[in-house]
């Protein structure tokens, strides 16, 4: 699969079902997202850039902090979704724009804080999105990552990635936080985890968002039913199939 089609699917899957983004409790807050803001350090005069913000919630928490937030996403009826929510909101200072975040359509360092949350999973060259982010930085911005993690442990990341990509056929891969951690310091970033938690999914709710088809939603079962014991604990699995992954919030400057 090309990252063309990579980008095509992620598309199309998302647009498929934005409105459960919308109204997802998972997306709409959170531990994390009150961290996110709380280490951006926010003055009121930041110039913001959310990237992959999905139906907006991440863009929005922020919008009430700084001057602007321009939230972009590959699907254009995800930000139809985060346009709903900031007008319900009264919120006018969130511009939301159809991009790509490893093909940003902005010239200079423009931005004061980047943040990204739930969505570098499904980026098929992280490191080019990392890239455009350092050059889209202004000196002494501060990029934030939020995302789900995987697993050091080759078996239990291996049965991550498997629930995943059934569940979702636009998923890419749940980096480790050693990953994440190596590819920013290669890109000149200097990078700190401030922050982790464990994200627990309720299984009934998790593949409705995705609109997962049945036969997809049997297989997970059966990956679960069959995973080694020490794959059930990591995943902290339920007799009904309720799981828990593990989430970092990685804060990352350009070193000077």
């Keep these: 699969m090309t990252s063309v089609s990579i980008k095509a699917t992620v598309e199309r899957q998302f647009s498929q079902v934005a409105g459960n983004y919308r109204t997802s409790a998972v997306h709409a807050a959170g531990e994390d ?14 110039q913001v850039l959310d990237a992959g913000s999905g139906a907006g919630h991440t863009a929005l928490a922020f919008a009430s902090h700084v001057a602007q937030v321009i939230s972009v996403d590959l699907s254009e009826a995800m930000l139809a979704q985060g346009r709903r929510l900031a007008g319900e909101r009264g919120v006018t200072n969130v511009d939301f724009r159809q991009a790509d975040v490893e093909q940003l359509p902005f010239a200079g360092p423009l931005f004061d804080v980047i943040t990204t949350r739930y969505s ?59 990953a994440w951690l190596s590819m920013l310091d290669a890109a000149g970033w200097q990078v700190e985890v401030i922050f982790t938690w464990s994200l627990r999914l309720d299984f009934a709710d998790w593949v409705k ?27 902290c699995v339920e007799p009904d199939h309720c799981f828990a992954l593990p989430g970092a919030l990685i804060q990352a400057v350009v070193r000077q």
Excluded: K, Y
Excluded at 37 to 43: E, I, R, S
Excluded at 219 to 230: K, L, N, S
């Design 33 to 46: 997202l009150t961290q996110m803001v709380a280490a951006a350090a926010l003055t009121g005069n930041e």
């Design 209 to 235: 968002r995705m609109a997962t088809p049945p036969e997809a939603v049997a297989m997970i079962r059966q990956v679960f039913d069959g995973a080694p014991a020490e794959v059930r604990a990591a995943l």
């Design 120 to 178: 570098a999973h499904h980026w098929p060259h992280p490191q080019q999105a990392v890239a455009e982010f350092r050059r889209l930085l202004r000196p002494g911005g501060r990029l934030l990552v939020s995302d789900i993690v995987s697993f050091d442990d080759f078996t239990a990341d291996t049965h991550l990635q498997a629930i995943e990509l059934l569940r979702d056929p636009s998923h890419v891969r749940d980096h480790t936080t050693a």
